[in-house]
C-alpha cells in the first residue's frame, strides 16, 4: 500500500511534532536512508516474520557525516527539540524491512527523508493534533484533500505522572492519495490501530501507577499550588515516549507493527480488471453474499433473546435434524461448510460420466439441466457432497438450491439437489414422478469394480451407482443444446479439465443471455405467444427441452437485472421511446 503510517505527540514546548513514521520504497533508497545499508554491511538483528525480513540499519557516523545530514535533513533542528519531541538517538539511521515476495522494503525514521513526503506528513500532524480531532479529543477521524493526501487519524492519550492532567496528547496517522482505498480500509486500520494504542497505553499505565505508588503527583502539586506555573512544569515537558512506556525496544516493535499494518492492508484489498459487464452468477453471489452479511447482523442484535429462546428452525423443520449443514442455510446453495471438508470423490464432470457411464450421465446431467429433482442416497457424506459439488457447475449460481444431507425427505420446492442417508424412505409418487432422478449408492461385489481405465481413485472402486427415474432420457433423444455440447467437450480428450471448465462458463454466459432476452420478451414487454415462438427460433432453442431449460434457468436472474428492467420500463423516457 503506498501510504505513509505515522506516531505524531503534542509537545508542550513545541506544539505538534512528529516522532515516527514508516514509508513504503518501491525504489531504490532515498539519499542519506542507503549509506551503509549494502547487503551484508550494517545489518543486524535479522529475522524474518510474514514473509517480511526485518533488520535494523545502524551504521558509524563521522563528524563531518552528521553535520552534513543535518544540515540537509528537512526535519527541525537540534535546538528545536527536546527529549519528548526525539524518537531515535542521534546517528540512528533507523529501521528498514525487506519483503522477499514483492521486493518492497518498509523504512522508518522520525522524518521522512524527502521534503515533498516531509512537509504532508508534518501538515497532517498539525492538523491531526490541533483542529482535525472528535469529541472528547480521542477517537478516528478522516480529513485531507487532493494537495496534500488524505488522513485516517486516531488520536489517544499517554498516562504520564509529570504531566499537565497526568496524561499526554498522541496521535498514529495514516496518509495516502487514494481517498476511495483510505476509506474502504476505515475499520481494518481502526482495529489494528487500537491494538497498538491499546498496547501503548497499557504500558504507560503500568509506569504510571508505580510511579504514583513511589511519590503521588497530586499531593505534591497541592502543595505548590501558587507556584508559577511555567516554573511548574519546568523539566517536565521533556519525557520520552521510552520512558513513559519504559520499554527500550518501543521503536523496533513500531517499526514491525507499522510495516506489518502497510503490508496487511495492501493486500487485504486488490484491483480486479472486469471485461465488461458483471456475468448473472456475480451478481447473484453479490446479493447472497448481501444477504448473509444482513442475517449475521440481525442475529449479533438480537443475540441475546436467540440465547433464551433457543434456536430458530425454519418453518416446517420441526423435529428434523439436516446433518452437516446449518439449519439456516439448509435451503439455499449459501451452506459453504461442507464444501471443503475434505478432498472431493468426484475430481470433474469428466470424471464423474467414466464412474457412471455414458448413459447413466447423459440422464442425470439432462434432469440437472432441466431443474428437476436430483436426489444422491447414500453412507458417504463426502461422495454425496462432491457430486453436488461437481454437477452445479452445469448450472447458473441462483438455480443451485442445495440440502447437501438430510434424515428426511424435502420437497422439491426446497431443492433441486437433495442428499439422503440410504434408510430415508421416499414417498411412492416422488419414485413414480418423471421430475425426479434417484442416484443409488451401494456397495460393489469383485465382478463389478470399476475397469482400469478410469480416472477414479481407491474410493470409487467399492462402490455401484444405479440412476433411476420416472421418465428414463432415451438414448435417441436429442435432448437441450447445450447438454450435447457439454457431452463434446467431455469426450474430447485433447481438452483438459480446465478448458472444459472454461467451455462451461461459456456455455452457461450464452444461454443465461437468451434466459434474458426471454425474459426481456415475455415478462417485462408482454408480446403474444407467436411472437415468442419466433423468438425462440432466432434464438435457436425453439425445441421443447431447450424452451424448458430456458424457463428453469430464468428463476437463476438476479434481482439486480430484474429490478433494473422493471424501472427503465416504468421511466418516462422509456414510454415515449415505445411509443
Known amino acids: 500500500m503506498n501510504a505513509i503510517v505515522a506516531l505524531c505527540h503534542f509537545c508542550e514546548l513545541h506544539g505538534p511534532r512528529t516522532l515516527f513514521c514508516t514509508e513504503v520504497l518501491h525504489a531504490p533508497l532515498p539519499q542519506g536512508a542507503a549509506n551503509g545499508d549494502s547487503p551484508g554491511q550494517g545489518e543486524q538483528a535479522e529475522e524474518e516474520e510474514g514473509g517480511i525480513q526485518m533488520s535494523s540499519r545502524v551504521r558509524a557516523h563521522s563528524p563531518a557525516e552528521g553535520a552534513s545530514a543535518e544540515s540537509s535533513s528537512p526535519g527541525p533542528k537540534k535546538s528545536d527539540m527536546c527529549e519528548g519531541c526525539r524518537s531515535l538517538a542521534a546517528g540512528h539511521p533507523g529501521y528498514i524491512s525487506h519483503d522477499k515476495e514483492t521486493s518492497i522494503k518498509y ?76 476509506i474502504n480500509s476505515w475499520p481494518f486500520l481502526l482495529g489494528k490501530i487500537r ?46 515516549l521510552t520512558s513513559l512506556t519504559s520499554d527500550d525496544n518501543l521503536w523496533a516493535c513500531l517499526h514491525t507493527s507499522f510495516a506489518w499494518l502497510l503490508k496487511a492492508c495492501g493486500s487485504r484489498l486488490t484491483e480486479k480488471l472486469l471485461e465488461g459487464a458483471p456475468t448473472e452468477d456475480t451478481l447473484v453471489q453479490m446479493e447472497k453474499l448481501a444477504d448473509l452479511e444482513e442475517e449475521s447482523e440481525g442475529w449479533d442484535n438480537s443475540g441475546a433473546e436467540e440465547e433464551e429462546k433457543g434456536p430458530v428452525l425454519p418453518e416446517g423443520t420441526e423435529g428434523r435434524e439436516l446433518a452437516k449443514c446449518p439449519t ?20 470433474s464432470l469428466r470424471h464423474m460420466r467414466q464412474v457412471l457411464g455414458a448413459p447413466y450421465f447423459r440422464m442425470l446431467a439432462w434432469h440437472v439441466l432441466m431443474g428437476n429433482q436430483v436426489i444422491w442416497k447414500s453412507r458417504d457424506v463426502d461422495l454425496v457432497q462432491s457430486a453436488f459439488q461437481v454437477l452445479r457447475t452445469m448450472l447458473p449460481v441462483g438455480c443451485v438450491r442445495i440440502i447437501p444431507y438430510s434424515s428426511q425427505y424435502e420437497e422439491a420446492y426446497r431443492c433441486n439437489f437433495l442428499g439422503l442417508s440410504p434408510h430415508v424412505q421416499i414417498p411412492a409418487h416422488v419414485l413414480a414422478s418423471e421430475f425426479v432422478v434417484i442416484v443409488e449408492v451401494h456397495t460393489a461385489t469383485r465382478s463389478m469394480l470399476h475397469p482400469v481405465g478410469c480416472e477414479d481413485d481407491q474410493s470409487l472402486s467399492k462402490y ?71 423468438l425462440l427460433s432466432v434464438l435457436g432453442a425453439s425445441e421443447e427441452d431447450n424452451v424448458k431449460l430456458l424457463k428453469f434457468w430464468m428463476t437463476g436472474l438476479s434481482k ?15 414510454s415515449e421511446s415505445r411509443n
Not at 497505553?201 to 505548590?224: D, H, I, S, W
Not at 474430447?492 to 479439465?497: A, G, I, P
Not at 439486480?560 to 422509456?574: D, F, G, I
Open 107 to 182: 523504512v522508518s525514521h522520525q522524518h521522512p527523508n524527502h521534503p515533498q513526503l516531509f512537509s504532508i506528513v508534518r501538515q497532517a500532524c498539525v492538523r491531526s493534533l490541533s483542529c482535525e480531532v472528535c469529541p472528547g479529543r480521542e477517537g478516528p477521524i478522516f480529513f485531507g484533500d487532493e494537495q496534500h493526501g488524505f488522513v485516517f487519524s486516531h488520536t489517544f492519550f499517554i498516562k504520564d505522572s509529570l504531566a499537565r492532567g497526568f496524561q499526554r496528547w498522541y496521535s498514529i496517522i495514516a496518509i495516502m492519495m487514494d481517498r476511495i482505498y483510505l
Open 195 to 240: 491494538g497498538i494504542i491499546d498496547e501503548l497505553q497499557g504500558k504507560a499505565l503500568k509506569v504510571f501507577e508505580a510511579e504514583q505508588f513511589g511519590c503521588p503527583q497530586r499531593a505534591q502539586r497541592m502543595n505548590t499550588a501558587f507556584t508559577p506555573f511555567l516554573h511548574q512544569r519546568n523539566g517536565n515537558a521533556a519525557r520520552s
Open 328 to 347: 439456516g442455510a439448509s435451503s439455499l446453495s449459501d451452506c459453504g461448510n461442507w464444501q471443503s471438508r475434505k478432498l472431493s470423490v468426484f475430481k
Open 464 to 534: 455401484e451407482f444405479v440412476v433411476t427415474s420416472g421418465s428414463p432420457v432415451a438414448a435417441d433423444r436429442v435432448g437441450p443444446t447445450i447438454l450435447n455440447k457439454i457431452e463434446a467437450a467431455l469426450t474430447n480428450q485433447n481438452l483438459s479439465v480446465d478448458v472444459v471448465d472454461q467451455c462451461l462458463v461459456c456455455l452457461k454466459e450464452e444461454w443465461m443471455n437468451k434466459v434474458k432476452v426471454l425474459f426481456k420478451f415475455t415478462k417485462v414487454d408482454s408480446r403474444p405467444k407467436e411472437d415468442t415462438q419466433k
Open 560 to 574: 439486480t437485472y430484474k429490478s433494473h428492467l422493471m424501472s427503465t420500463v416504468r421511466s418516462p423516457t422509456a
